[in-house]
């Protein structure tokens, strides 16, 4: 096991990403690209950039204008309403079609909190006859014979980021062509995202399964070569398994559901330590809060970030120092690499405030302390039931009035 370590983040970018690549040798993947640096500032510097007017027109083409806020907002940097606020004051309901993609986000997260672990197994039974083959290796290795699935495939492992019509366009292929298991495609999809998100990664899987929508989601070649601007199309010579009308290729894909449940998957036990009778409190700083304007960091006790293996064991490297550039710009906050149990012991803390999570792993992780778990502001003050979160579009005839009515 390693020993815990308190660690001091390099200022400079360049010099943080090598400090991170040799503190994680075993991380996979590409180095952090420099437009994606982490951090606030650069956060913000994305929020001046939105235009919520060309969002409205070409948000689904590849080339479109879309925020790229998507490692900000999951990772804290910047707050949902935030950006809610900023979008409003410049565009006013102008901005209506991205304020419907933001609430997409609160959305997912209010069933991952209603839900909790129970978002990983399906959530209703399929509507359509799915089949649960193991991811295979041509998609890890990109080596589909698809120019464009492979297109897409390189992208996420280089980047990190894939454009949201491109990852419903792949999500779609590899359940619905392929047959693969949705679950592990979306564990593998979620493990190389810098916005990895299991409320937002794993229920949009299920929306394209159909076990968290009333049909499964399926596109054909003109649709992807109109917004993809032929960029994949133009010149392919594979057989093109999307090149055909709807009907066609619906009677093709899909049978009829043979089952009347959803399909439940393991969930792996966190591992759990002593309680602590210290009466020290600290400041358990987590990845959803990553973000200097946080109001915790304004508490007057010690704030303290672990990379814990239990947590970040399996995040790519890009993603690793990502969180390091937040990170750097938190001067209060302590970094520590280890288990987190073995820091609080080594700090003598037994009492925790954090910001509240439906992360259950970060919840299990905190158990043995007496903790105090802040709510985090919804995307707007209404309470939506549980039987309006079945959907989107139910969640959002209430949302909806309120969010275009609010600021
Ligand atoms: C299979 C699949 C997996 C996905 N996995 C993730 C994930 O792990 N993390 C994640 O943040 N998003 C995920 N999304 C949603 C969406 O694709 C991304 O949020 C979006 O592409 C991020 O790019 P952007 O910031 O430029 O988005 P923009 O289009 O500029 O939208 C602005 C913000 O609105 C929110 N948003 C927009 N569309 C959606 C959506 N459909 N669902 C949820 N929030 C949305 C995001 O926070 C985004 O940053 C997934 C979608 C699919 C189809």
């Known amino acids: 096991m390693r020993p815990i370590q308190k660690i001091k983040l390099p200022h400079d970018h360049v010099e943080r990403l090598h400090f991170i690549k040799r503190l994680f040798p075993e991380a996979e993947g590409a180095d952090l690209r420099s437009e994606w640096a982490g951090g606030r500032m650069q956060a913000i510097k994305k929020l001046n950039e939105v235009d919520a007017i060309a969002y409205a027109k070409n948000r689904n083409f590849l080339n479109g204008t879309v925020t790229h806020l998507s490692p900000y907002l999951r990772h804290g940097c910047i707050t949902l309403n935030e950006v809610l606020v900023f979008v409003k004051r410049r565009f006013g309901n102008a901005a209506e079609n991205m304020l419907m993609q933001l609430a997409w986000r609160d959305y997912w997260r209010q069933v991952w909190h209603v839900k909790g672990n129970a978002i990983l197994s399906e959530m209703e039974p399929a509507k359509v006859k799915l089949d649960y083959q193991p991811l295979s290796d041509a998609v890890r290795q990109a080596k589909t014979g698809l120019p464009c699935m492979d297109g897409f495939i390189q992208t996420l492992t280089r980047e990190g980021y894939l454009h949201n019509h491109a990852r419903m366009w792949l999500a779609s292929y590899i359940v619905h062509h392929l047959k693969t298991d949705w679950r592990e495609a979306a564990d593998w999809f979620e493990s190389r995202l810098l916005d990895g998100d299991l409320a937002s990664n794993h229920l949009s899987w299920q929306w394209v399964a159909s076990t968290f929508s009333s049909k499964p989601y399926y596109f054909n070649k003109e649709s992807l070569a109109r917004y993809t601007g032929q960029r994949y199309c133009a010149d392919c010579r594979a057989a093109c398994p999307f090149d055909d009308n709807y009907e066609a290729l619906s009677a093709r894909l899909f049978k009829q559901a043979t089952t009347e449940a959803g399909k439940l998957y393991a969930i792996s036990p966190v591992p759990m330590h002593a309680s602590s009778d210290s009466k020290a409190i600290a400041v358990f700083v987590h990845d959803e809060m990553l973000g200097a304007s946080n109001l915790l960091m304004q508490k007057p006790f010690p704030k303290i970030f672990v990379f814990d ?4 064991e399996d995040w790519p490297l890009n993603r690793l120092q990502f969180m390091a550039d937040c990170l750097s710009e938190m001067m209060s906050v302590e970094v520590w690499v280890g288990h987190t149990h073995e820091v609080l012991q ?6 925790l405030v954090t910001q509240d999570t439906p992360n259950l792993k970060i919840k299990a992780l905190l158990k043995p302390y007496a903790t105090r778990w802040e709510p985090v502001a919804k995307l707007v ?15 959002w005839e209430k949302v909806g009035p309120v969010l275009l009515g609010a600021v």
């Open 381 to 395: 003050n209404v309470e939506i039931s549980e039987q309006r979160l079945k959907r989107f579009s139910r969640y």
């Open 309 to 312: 293996p239990v947590l970040y």
């Open 346 to 351: 080594h700090k003598g803390v037994g009492q």
